[in-house]
């Protein structure tokens, strides 16, 4: 069984349970969803908007990557003492859950429409407002001075912010994945430390991600269920989709 799925920290705290007749692939978050296309009976570690472009796909109803605290995967970055954001520049492991959301939270809690640049040429931090995704946050524990993109958008919604969900084309695949697994969040919580130990990543790093793993969810709840509905709710309402549509959870 294949997984495709983003390389950052989350997914390799993941890993040391994933048993070893899976085969975990790593892919730009951006890029994951099209390898179900060529491999059909695959399974697939997406980001959650993704499922605007690709409503056919079966999603997982037992675990996903879900956030509501300090801990995240992307984190702002902003110019001190600015009054006014007009542009944010995008970097790392950028997806379209960065690209809409982003865009969303600054007109639905500042009534402000801003300009998002995908930087390709890692400039400087200083120079300009910055969304940045993925481990780069957390490599030279620049976290530090930055706001957490989940835990403004769980805020909003009041409710987890589901990052990443597993999908596949077919039923059977996923099923069959999803009984991989049990009791997983307590199996993370207990192995945490030993798994951090071995990502290279400063120890202030590694604190604070033991420190805030609670408020990561790599179980998928009634809770986290509603989150991701809200999700959809949230771009219909906003007009970047046309109708609206169920998840098709399985």
């Known amino acids: ?27 730009p978050s951006s890029l994951i969803s099209k390898e179900l296309e060529f491999n059909t009976q695959a399974i697939a570690m997406i980001p959650s908007l993704d499922l605007i472009k690709n409503r056919n796909l079966f999603v997982a109803s037992k675990y996903a990557v879900s956030f509501d605290g300090l801990l995240s995967n992307s984190y702002f970055y902003f110019i001190e003492g600015q009054k006014k954001i007009e542009k944010i520049h995008l970097q ?9 959301l982003s865009k969303i939270i600054f007109e639905e809690k500042y009534s402000s429409q801003i300009e998002l640049i995908l930087d390709t040429k890692n400039e400087k931090l200083k120079e300009n407002n910055y969304i940045i995704c993925g481990d780069d946050n957390f490599i030279d524990s620049r976290f530090q001075k930055g706001i957490s993109f989940a835990d403004d958008i769980s805020e909003f919604l009041n409710l987890p912010y589901v990052n990443y969900i597993f999908v596949s084309q077919d039923k059977e695949s996923l099923d069959l994945f999803q009984n991989k697994f049990s009791d997983l969040d307590i199996k993370i919580e207990n192995s945490a430390e030993s798994s951090l130990q071995l990502l290279n990543i400063p120890n202030d790093s590694k604190e604070f991600i033991l420190s805030n793993l609670g408020s990561v969810y790599y179980e998928m709840t009634e809770n986290e269920q509603d989150g991701l509905n809200e999700l959809i709710k949230l771009v219909y309402y906003h007009g970047i989709v046309d109708d609206m549509f169920d998840v098709k959870f399985l």
């Open 1 to 27: 069984m294949k997984l495709f799925a983003p390389n950052n920290i989350f997914v390799s705290i993941l890993k040391n349970h994933i048993p070893t007749d899976v085969d975990v692939i790593y892919k």
């Open 92 to 100: 790392g492991d950028v997806s379209i859950n960065e690209f809409i």
